[in-house]
């Protein structure tokens, strides 16, 4: 074999080993919908919860798995039910049984006063089964909507107790060690939620 001959076909088995290394070292996650906040996650403030379970819902029992969190009220008209079925949807796009064993999404009322956990329960499983609620006084609710920039405030009626709540449509995500990890701002899109939570639970 002349000299030119051996260069280039050392040049190539060298050549084809990079392609080979390229190809399997693990490529970034591409993410679609989620604002991800990365190593700039935040830790929740401390807070205390009740699920619709009567089981408490705070900064150690959320931990070891992702949450995501929707902030709402069961007598909404339009944002929170439109959600819970956009949420239904995207876990029906996981197929991952293990993202879906990892993952818990919780429904957590603005609207405590007329929220009760017997209510909420009724509420949240009517959409799926696994779905969860929680709630507290509107104080200890403000911890965690202030940690996570959910804006919400009550709509005076003239009506006496009649009223509605304006409140952020966002989904908050929060990782197992109990941080504040990201963000689904609205408009939402089930499937590239779906990617997302797959990408980021189980990469």
Known sequence: MNKPLIIITSLAIVLGFASALFLLKPQPVQLQ???WLGEQAKPLPAFELT???????????????????????????????DTLTMLINMVSQITDKKVLDKLQLTFITVDPDRDTQEKMKAYVTYFNKNFMSARAD?????????ATGIL??????TEG???????????????????????FSSPHD???????LTA????
């Not at 509107?138 to 202030?146: A, E, F, G």
């Not at 919400?152 to 009626?157: A, E, G, N, T």
């Not at 107790?161 to 504040?180: K, W």
């Open 33 to 35: 919908a989620i604002t």
């Open 51 to 81: 699920d619709h379970n009567n089981k408490p819902f705070n900064n150690e029992t959320i931990k070891g798995k992702w949450n995501l969190l929707f902030f709402g009220y069961t007598n909404c008209p339009d944002i929170c039910p």
């Open 138 to 146: 509107i104080d200890s609710v403000n911890i965690l909507t202030d």
């Open 152 to 157: 919400h405030y009550i709509v005076k009626s």
């Open 161 to 183: 107790d009649v009223y509605e709540v304006a409140h952020s449509g966002s989904l908050i995500l929060v990782d197992p060690q109990a941080r504040f990890a990201g963000v």
């Open 190 to 196: 089930s499937s590239k939620i779906a990617h997302d």
């Open 200 to 203: 980021l639970i189980n990469p």
